[in-house]
């Protein structure tokens, strides 16, 4: 059985439109595991901060490896904030303090 060029072009297209309508259908939950990594990503800097003094000197590769967690986590929320037009709250708005290492500004009296 031979098929025409025209014929095997539109089979390709076929299944390749329902190969992208199953990914999109598919549920493994995913963002329950994003989730999870998430909470711990949290935690974790969380402690680090707590933990660490403002003078404290990091090895280089320690240091490094803040700079890359921070430089990845930032470009997945402004990814995913773009793409899935997602909503982000910053959770420091709710809070009546000071971001650390930020001058506050102090409102002259004239």
Same mark, same amino acid.
């Given at each position: 059985?031979?098929?025409?060029?025209?014929?095997?072009?539109?089979?390709?297209?076929?299944?390749?439109?329902?190969?992208?309508?199953?990914?999109?259908?598919?549920?493994?939950?995913?963002?329950?595991?994003?989730?999870?990594?998430?909470?711990?990503?949290?935690?974790?800097?969380?402690? /680090?901060?707590?933990?660490?003094?403002?003078?404290?000197?990091?090895?280089?590769?320690?240091?490094?490896?803040?700079?890359?967690?921070?430089?990845?986590?930032?470009?997945?929320?402004?990814? /995913?904030?773009?793409?899935?037009?997602?909503?982000?709250?910053?959770?420091?708005?709710?809070?009546?303090?000071?971001?650390?290492?930020?001058?506050?500004?102090?409102?002259?009296?004239?």
């Amino acid at each position: 059985m031979k098929f025409s060029k025209e014929r095997i072009v539109t089979i390709i297209k076929e299944e390749m439109e329902n190969m992208s309508d199953v990914r999109h259908h598919i549920h493994d939950e995913e963002g329950n595991m994003a989730k999870s990594q998430l909470y711990h990503l949290a935690k974790y800097s969380i402690m /680090l901060h707590d933990a660490l003094d403002d003078d404290d000197q990091l090895e280089s590769w320690v240091q490094s490896k803040i700079t890359k967690a921070l430089d990845y986590i930032s470009k997945t929320k402004h990814y /995913l904030e773009y793409e899935m037009q997602l909503n982000f709250e910053d959770p420091e708005l709710g809070f009546d303090h000071e971001m650390p290492h930020q001058p506050m500004c102090e409102d002259k009296e004239e």
